[in-house]
């Protein structure tokens, strides 16, 4: 049986600031996986995480050890794959998600559940739209003319 002290993370104490710590995370292969700040043993501010290659895998802000504000999710070929806010640690608002190079989908979330519309554009136009009321998927993909002609005073 493998340890659990081998998959913890190695934590280095990079910069002191008032009551707050900078630091560093690194895997068992002493590879960093992330660095940011720590305050009262919970991640604070500014955080950035790492792919296997050392390229940005996420990036955004904690409060008191919980994902706060806009974050940035990237592939390991450093590119956009989501972005959107978080509150308490749950994704909140409209979200991002690139799905492909011309394939763009915009979610909307409520306290970490898919509510209202979903938006699919590609290559950079409007052209499918589907809707989630509490998570669950209402109907399916409807391209843009039959939904406008189906829900008349929806608006998004």
């Known amino acids: 049986m493998i340890s659990k002290f081998m998959y913890s993370t190695l934590i280095l104490i990079y910069f002191y600031q008032a009551s707050k710590t900078y630091t560093y995370q690194y895997n068992a292969e002493n590879q960093i996986i992330a660095a940011g700040w720590v305050?009262?043993?919970?991640?604070?501010?500014?955080?950035?995480?790492?792919h296997s290659t050392g390229k940005i895998k996420a990036k955004g802000n904690y409060e008191n050890g919980f994902k706060d504000g806009y974050w940035?999710?990237?592939?390991?070929?450093?590119?956009l794959k989501a972005e959107g806010y978080y509150k308490n640690n749950k994704r909140d608002s409209w979200w991002t998600i690139h799905t492909s190079e011309d394939l763009i989908e915009k979610v909307a979330y409520v306290n970490g559940r898919k509510e209202g519309y979903c938006l699919r554009y590609k290559k950079g136009s409007l052209y499918e739209v589907?809707?989630?009321?509490?998570?669950?998927?209402?109907?399916?993909?409807?391209?843009?003319s039959k939904f406008k002609k189906d829900n008349p005073n929806a608006s998004f």
């Open 39 to 50: 305050a009262n043993d919970q991640k604070v501010d500014y955080w950035r995480f790492y």
């Open 72 to 79: 940035f999710y990237y592939d390991a070929k450093n590119n």
């Open 130 to 144: 589907k809707k989630y009321e509490k998570n669950i998927l209402l109907g399916s993909w409807n391209t843009l």
